[in-house]
């Protein structure tokens, strides 16, 4: 079987369905969109000049003539799934749809964020992590998944009591001030990533008293390689996860602290609706935080069963996914 996935990749997630499905003997293939950019000053003012004046993406063009590129060199595939179609336009998504007889998408974002509307009906089959998306277009459910390998509480030693990295985001900036207040009141030691643009940085400003050996804030315009962050993760009792504006799915950040066997700390009420939840590993904040407190940060993590846990596990993503029942 041939399986080809498309997408932008920007955190570098994708390239693990990809890993799996070759593990498994399938002949799979990654088309990272993310790779294509200008190659020097004048392709980016050129591209900067067209999208002013002639409403044209040619930084977009070239990243469809790419992936266009690529399916030709590949040949025919069984299944292609599309991560995020609106990266594409409706003529390239059809060119796409040539090559393959199941045309598959999966929506990272919901359509209240990314509406996609328009270029839907070309695909066999529309997965959502979005709640409020699948039960109002009937899309099929399915959540992100554990990519990260499996490892026990016992093997890790962290030094701090909580982490986070996200990208710059108002809401989110806006919470993380109550949280810091909150946290240094209690005592205790966390980290905090924020992901943006240089010009954002003036932002955050006064929002984060400076102290010594308890809290520690990075602002960077640059990414975290991905592969550099079990280890931060690995270095903390609690993993925390906030919603951006109009989220409504569960976020990689879930699944990365079930394979680290990791507390989670959240303001994403929907988490309850699931058969992992259990309020002893899992706090949902309510509006104040006044329910964060000392002893969620003391009590011991439980372990997950066995059979709940496989079922956000990558091979059983692609399994659902792709519908593979080894037929490969």
């Known amino acids: 079987m041939k399986i080809c996935i498309i997408s932008y990749d920007f955190w570098d997630y994708d390239k693990y369905i990809v890993e799996t499905l070759c593990q498994r003997?399938?002949?799979?293939?990654?088309?990272?969109?993310?790779?294509?950019?200008?190659?020097?000053?004048?392709?980016?003012?050129?591209?900067?000049?067209?999208?002013?004046?002639?409403?044209?993406?040619?930084?977009?063009?070239?990243?469809?003539?790419?992936?266009?590129?690529?399916?030709?060199?590949?040949?025919?595939?069984?299944q292609i799934l599309v991560l995020n179609p609106d990266t594409f336009d409706i003529a390239t998504l059809e060119k796409i749809r040539k090559y393959t007889d199941r045309l598959i998408t999966y929506l990272y974002d919901n359509l209240e964020r990314v509406p996609v509307e328009g270029r839907l009906h070309l695909f066999d089959k529309i997965l959502s992590f979005d709640i409020i998306d699948v039960e109002k277009h009937g899309f099929e459910k399915i959540t992100n998944y554990i990519y990260l390998p499996f490892t026990p509480k016992e093997q890790q030693n962290p030094q701090m009591d909580l982490f986070y990295i996200t990208s710059y985001d108002n809401r989110r900036v806006s919470l993380i001030k109550k949280l810091a207040k909150k946290l240094l009141a209690l005592?205790?030691?966390?980290?905090?990533?924020?992901?943006?643009?240089?010009s954002w940085k003036h932002q955050l400003t006064n929002i984060f008293i400076k102290v010594p050996e308890n809290l520690f804030l990075i602002f960077s315009i640059k990414k975290i390689p991905h592969d550099d962050l079990p280890s931060y993760?690995?270095?903390?009792?609690?993993?925390?996860?906030?919603?951006?504006?109009?989220?409504?799915?569960?976020?990689?950040?879930?699944?990365?602290?079930?394979?680290?066997?990791?507390?989670?700390i959240t303001d994403n009420e929907a988490i309850k609706s699931y058969d992992f939840y259990n309020p002893n590993n899992i706090l949902i904040l309510n509006e104040n935080i006044s329910n964060l407190d000392k002893s969620f940060f003391e009590t011991p993590y439980e372990k997950i069963p066995e059979e709940i846990y496989y079922r956000y596990t990558l091979d059983s993503w692609v399994n659902k996914v792709f519908e593979l029942n080894n037929k490969h």
């Open 25 to 78: 003997g399938i002949d799979a293939h990654h088309i990272k969109i993310s790779t294509v950019t200008h190659s020097n000053f004048n392709e980016r003012a050129v591209n900067a000049l067209s999208k002013t004046f002639l409403s044209k993406n040619l930084k977009k063009e070239k990243r469809q003539k790419y992936v266009l590129d690529s399916l030709e060199k590949l040949g025919h595939q069984d």
């Open 187 to 198: 005592g205790l030691k966390f980290q905090i990533m924020v992901i943006g643009k240089k």
């Open 233 to 264: 993760y690995k270095n903390s009792k609690v993993l925390l996860d906030l919603m951006r504006e109009g989220q409504y799915g569960l976020s990689f950040r879930v699944f990365e602290a079930m394979s680290l066997e990791k507390k989670i």
